[in-house]
DNA sequence: TCAATATCAAGAATTATTCTAATTATCATT
DNA sequence: AATGATAATTAGAATAATTCTTGATATTGA
């Protein structure tokens, strides 16, 4: 009994960063038991997850969610501006909480993601001819290639 | 009997551009009857067509041929760097026969795609901050928005 | 011509995602 | 706290694009 309690309690020690406090509204969205997990899990694993990743994950904490309900709140906060939905040629859809302006990069060799941004002071607009008239909702920068091995 | 002749004939008259040329073999592939009527279509109908648009038009010439065979003209068509695979979200796969560096436009008010270049004399690497030794193989720029009607 | 190889067709299988219907949770009022 | 209204969740079925499998055809090279 005494070794079962002491085990409860080192297994309470976080291996994972400090846990992240996220309150009960964002931009408008009710923050519910599934949606704060969901997004917390985007802030914890910066790897760009797939909603399968997320749903692996989540399930850490809350047993009974269904892959449904990832996808429902994934969708949502999509929605919400709250994070970004990512796609690499027709994989899954993979997720990020980075909102800043920014590119992907894809590893082939070891499958990372890397973000990329501009250089300072360059916006997209500055390098493109784009049709007259046209109003930008969404840009999707998306490269694929290797690092070179110095 | 005179009226039918009378009329296949007018039904040989080309209402679409003059027939292109395909040579027996590009890039090291092979032209079948198939991948030639395939990307026949890609030259001329610079729509961005799905699989699914080529395959409804194809069947004019090759009435026999199956969407799985188009699926795989487009398919080694990509592989040999003959044509290009846009993605839009998860929308269905468009292929397309400009070859140059270019990204996509896509009008959400209208579903026309326009292919977007950069300004002259800029490339991506000008304006990235790419991760260091970073060898790009493959760069997909993608824009969603409107075009403001003056 | 004949064998080896490549291509094609038809339909089944796969996979990511969305939909449906039923249940559960939350919120605003009393 | 109970009540009704709304929103969220669940499990599993349905969907749609694409890929795979298998057997038939076509093409090439000897």
């Keep these: 009994m005494l070794a079962y309690f002491a085990a409860a309690m080192v297994s309470k020690i976080p291996d994972q960063p400090l846990e992240i406090e996220i309150p009960e509204e964002i931009s408008g969205l009710r923050m519910t038991r599934q949606r704060r997990e969901v997004y917390r899990i985007l802030q914890q694993e910066r790897n760009h997850p797939t909603a399968n990743d997320v749903f692996m994950r989540v399930k850490d904490r809350l047993p009974n ?75 999707e920068i998306t490269l694929r290639g290797k690092i070179a091995t110095t």
Tied chains: 1, 2.
Excluded: M, W
């Excluded at 360059?122 to 007259?132: E, H």
């Design 65 to 139: 969610i269904s892959l449904a309900t990832v996808y429902n709140c994934l969708e949502v906060l999509v929605q919400h501006g709250i994070i970004r939905q990512v796609n690499f040629e027709r994989e899954s859809s993979r997720y990020c909480p980075n909102l800043s302006e920014h590119g992907h990069f894809h590893d082939e060799a070891t499958g990372v993601i890397h973000d990329v941004v501009f250089k300072p002071g360059i916006t997209l607009a500055d390098v493109l001819q784009l049709p007259p008239g046209a109003l930008i909702q969404d840009v």
